[in-house]
């Protein structure tokens, strides 16, 4: 049996208790009637199906127009809105201008408010200047009236400019005169001031000259007395040495018996005085030999007994000990004088030593 689903119609299988009563053909027929019915069915449904979907692609066809006609009105309305706001933003930027204009006509306003004040106060005061100075004028009328010299106010305003730019032009002389005058007297302060500087230094100069001249006066003056003390003590040096010199030469010449003179040289002090020590030992040497043989001879006699009455306490004759008495001071003077030789005489070659006297 044929049954409506909804999917369409399906046939539904026989039961068991459902079995086919009638012929083949019977059924056959219903089967077919059924097939016919569902096609027809089916056919109602895809006609309807062909119509809905037709509706369909109207209606797509139709919300694509809308779709359109929506996007078209939202573009329009987008430059209806953009345009708005370009004209807003127009429309702010020249009401912000106009208000600027406006505040500026109106400080504009302000300013020439004031200024109208300041020029009708001004208009009053020249009002007020020119009433007090119509007595002036007045005044010019009279003097033109009863002169000879003046025409007109004119010639008398004309004769007050020329000497008041005489007197401008002698007041500018004037000041220009007393600034040179100024500048003058300033440079020649300088000036003085300079040569007061000037001369205090040449002053300062002058007396440390004048010191350093009275020190060098002094330094000279030590210098001098310096110089005469030295030439007073190279003087006594001289005679000193002239004197030992003289002493010198003449201890050599009561030493000197015989033998060649001693030349003229830097060494001769030195040879006289080794000349004078050479005799000098001589006689010590003979007066000690002649001591030795008195005393063999005083042993060799018998032991003698007693002392001499010519002799001295130390076995020594008068004439002895006035003769060694008389040696030591001639070794005494020799030594003395020759001091300062005595090493020249130990250096000196055997050829300038003097033979030994008798």
Known sequence: ???????????????????????????????????????????????????????????????????????EQVRKFDKFLKDNDAKRVRANRKAFEEIKVREAKESEKLLLAEELKKQLSKKKELSEELDRKAVYEKYL???????????????????????????????????????????????????????????????????????????????????????HRKENDVKDCLRQLGEISMAIQNIYLRCHVRGPPVPESDERLALYLSAVQQRVNDLQAIEAEHRGARTRGALNSGGGGGTRLDETPTGRTKGESSLGTQRGAVGGGGAAAGAGYSTANTSLPDSAKLPKMA
Do not use: W
């Not at 459902?18 to 219903?30: F, W």
């Not at 007061?196 to 003056?221: G, H, P, W």
């Open 1 to 71: 049996m044929a049954t409506l689903s909804g999917g369409g119609f399906v046939t539904a299988p026989p039961q068991a208790d459902e079995l086919p009563t009638s012929s083949q053909s019977t059924l056959l027929l219903e089967k077919k009637k059924e097939m016919a019915e569902v096609q027809q069915q089916l056919d109602r449904k895809k006609e309807e199906f062909r119509q809905r979907m037709q509706r369909c692609q109207e209606k797509e066809v139709e919300l694509a127009a809308k779709q359109e006609a929506i996007k």
């Open 141 to 227: 009328e009279h003097v033109c009236e009863h002169t000879e010299y003046f025409e007109d106010i004119e010639n008398v305003l004309k004769r007050y400019e020329t000497l008041e730019a005489a007197n401008q032009d002698l007041r500018s002389r004037v000041e220009a005169a007393q600034g040179q005058a100024e500048d003058a007297s300033a440079s020649l302060a300088a000036f003085v001031k300079s040569s007061q500087t000037e001369s205090l230094v040449f002053n300062s100069q002058i007396a440390s000259r004048q010191q350093q001249l009275d020190s060098l006066r002094l330094e000279a003056q030590d210098n001098e007395s310096d110089l």
